[in-house]
């Protein structure tokens, strides 16, 4: 066999050796990860900054609204990210369910926020504002590595 067609025997099987690793992978690294939904996270950060408050109760029913549809994308978006290997669970409990049952309960609180704005209750809106769902374990996502992720969790 020649020189030449050994190397590019050797070649191809070092390319098909590489394929098949690759093939074999286990998701994205951590970093890869982190970087990913915090780029995610960063977007819906701004997106509800941009939103701003309701000036007048009238406001408030589509301030809620968009609100909700922001969180919506950015919990679809991180769901649907490939999390590393033997992670997942663990991003599922500080993280993800925490984060999805906010906005949940941020929707179906929102007729009962509409009303206590309309009506002026303060009472009813303080007892609302202690039933937004779960909390994200912010020391546990910081330890993760998420910056930007805990801010839209802390939302």
Same mark, same amino acid.
């Given at each position: 066999?020649? @020189?030449? @067609? #050994?190397?590019?025997?050797?070649?191809?099987?070092?390319?098909?050796?590489? +394929?098949?690793?690759?093939?074999? &992978?286990?998701?994205?690294?951590?970093?890869?990860?982190? #970087? &990913?939904?915090?780029?995610?996270?960063?977007?819906?950060? #701004?997106?509800?900054?941009?939103?701003?408050?309701?000036?007048?109760?009238?406001?408030?029913?589509?301030?809620?609204?968009?609100?909700?549809?922001?969180?919506?994308?950015? +919990?679809?978006?991180?769901?649907?990210?490939?999390?590393?290997?033997?992670?997942?669970?663990?991003?599922? @409990?500080?993280?993800?369910?925490? +984060? *999805?049952?906010? +906005?949940?309960?941020?929707?179906?609180?929102?007729?009962?926020?509409?009303?206590?704005?309309?009506?002026?209750?303060?009472?009813?809106? #303080?007892?609302?504002?202690?039933?937004?769902?779960?909390?994200?374990?912010?020391?546990?996502? *910081?330890?993760?590595?998420?910056?930007?992720?805990?801010?839209?969790?802390?939302?």
């Amino acid at each position: 066999m020649s @020189r030449s @067609r #050994s190397r590019v025997l050797a070649a191809a099987a070092a390319g098909a050796l590489t +394929v098949g690793l690759t093939a074999c &992978s286990s998701g994205p690294s951590k970093e890869d990860y982190v #970087s &990913s939904a915090e780029q995610i996270c960063a977007d819906a950060n #701004s997106e509800l900054e941009e939103l701003g408050e309701p000036e007048s109760p009238d406001q408030l029913s589509d301030f809620l609204d968009e609100g909700i549809a922001i969180g919506d994308d950015a +919990v679809e978006e991180l769901e649907n990210l490939e999390k590393p290997e033997g992670d997942a669970d663990e991003l599922d @409990r500080i993280f993800l369910e925490p +984060v *999805r049952g906010q +906005v949940d309960a941020i929707r179906e609180l929102a007729p009962q926020l509409e009303e206590a704005v309309a009506n002026e209750d303060l009472e009813a809106l #303080s007892e609302l504002e202690e039933q937004q769902g779960p909390e994200a374990d912010l020391d546990a996502m *910081r330890d993760y590595g998420f910056d930007d992720c805990v801010e839209f969790a802390e939302q």
